[in-house]
């Protein structure tokens, strides 16, 4: 069974960065695709970024593209997102999710999700 475990949300004002990390317990993500996903209250969940974990290929929302950057670290078996100059409109609970293919299939693993906060 394997388990994602999101990290690093937290209260932000506008302009600042946070960085998430999305880490894998019981098998490593090889051979994975490992995507950022957010919900916002009242929104449905939209996609944010997504890596190959093998090649490091890499795709990020325009929503966010310019701010945001997805990566991993293979020995940690961790993907991280790092978030700069962020809005209010970030505000969102962030969820990584691993599948074999993209977009996840009903396969997929997903993380219990972490809250970011964007205010002043």
């Known amino acids: 069974q394997v388990q994602l475990v999101e990290s690093g949300g937290g209260l932000v004002q506008p302009g600042g960065s946070l960085r998430l990390s999305c880490a894998a317990s019981?098998?490593?993500?090889?051979?994975?695709?490992v995507g950022w996903f957010r919900q916002a209250p009242g929104k449905e969940r939209e996609f944010v970024a997504r890596?190959?974990?093998?090649?490091?290929?890499?795709n990020i929302a325009d929503s966010v593209k310019g701010r945001f950057t997805i990566s991993r670290d293979n020995a940690e078996n961790t993907v991280y997102l790092q978030m700069n100059s962020l809005k209010p409109e970030d505000t969102a609970v962030y969820y990584c999710?691993?599948?074999?293919?993209?977009?996840?299939?009903?396969?997929?693993?997903w993380g219990q999700g972490t809250q970011v906060t964007v205010s002043s």
């Open positions: 999710a691993a599948d074999r293919r993209f977009p996840m299939t009903k396969d997929a693993y």
């Open positions: 019981g098998r490593t993500f090889s051979n994975s695709i």
């Open positions: 890596i190959n974990f093998i090649y490091g290929h890499t």
